[in-house]
């Protein structure tokens, strides 16, 4: 009996086999998670509706208490509602838009395309309003007297002081931008094919 060899298929492309290994598991996941991040800004928009829905709530016992005027108050809502979910519903637009199927397709900070120079720049925004608040007009006192109760456990009987949110919030943000930074470049790459540099196409070819 002659020897039988091994049928032998064809060797997949380095890139196909490449993208299967790093994305397999994640374009099974994906299948389920996808539509969750294609919408991942108004989720993220609701959420934060919710957030200043039971924050008015908190800050109706800091009244009672006289920490908080109601004029401080009532701004502080009004502009926790502009942005906070504002942002969120630009960014969700922005990726709509441009077809992403999740918010890593912008990239952190990057500025290679239009949608995420767009994104980029929704975000420095928000981020320059926030310190601007804190540290040029009265935001730092008034986050102060608010913040302790923004907390997943409410401290009403606390507050911080100007200096201490100041930091606080410019540490945060730094974090935000440094530590996404590193993250993103951690991250595993797609295909060159694919359209988006951490997305998943979960088409096949016919």
């Known amino acids: 009996m002659p020897n039988q060899v091994p049928a032998v298929g064809r060797p997949a492309s380095p890139s196909a086999a490449e993208a299967q290994s790093t994305f397999g598991d994640r374009a099974i996941i994906g299948g389920y998670l996808i539509p969750i991040f294609r919408y991942f800004w108004f989720l993220c928009a609701a959420l934060m509706i919710v957030n200043i829905i039971i924050w008015r709530r908190r800050l109706a016992l800091l009244l009672e208490r006289g920490t908080v005027t109601p004029e401080e108050a009532e701004r502080f809502i009004r502009g926790a509602a502009f942005w906070l979910v504002t942002p969120c519903l630009l960014l969700g637009t ?3 838009s441009a077809g992403w199927s999740d918010p890593f397709c912008a990239g952190v900070l990057s ?3 239009t949608p995420s120079s767009a994104t980029a720049l929704v975000i420095l925004g928000t981020w320059a309003a926030l310190l601007s608040w804190v540290w040029l007009g009265h935001g730092a006192d008034v986050l102060g007297r608010i913040g302790p109760v923004l907390l997943r456990t409410p401290r009403y009987d606390r507050t911080f002081s100007p200096s201490a949110v100041r930091v606080a919030v410019t540490a945060l943000i730094l974090a935000a931008g440094i ?3 590193i993250a993103w470049r951690q991250m595993p790459r797609s295909s060159p094919t694919s359209p988006c540099v951490f997305g998943v196409s979960l088409k096949t070819d016919s």
């Open 94 to 96: 922005i990726s709509l």
């Open 111 to 113: 500025f290679r395309n």
């Open 179 to 181: 530590g996404g930074t």
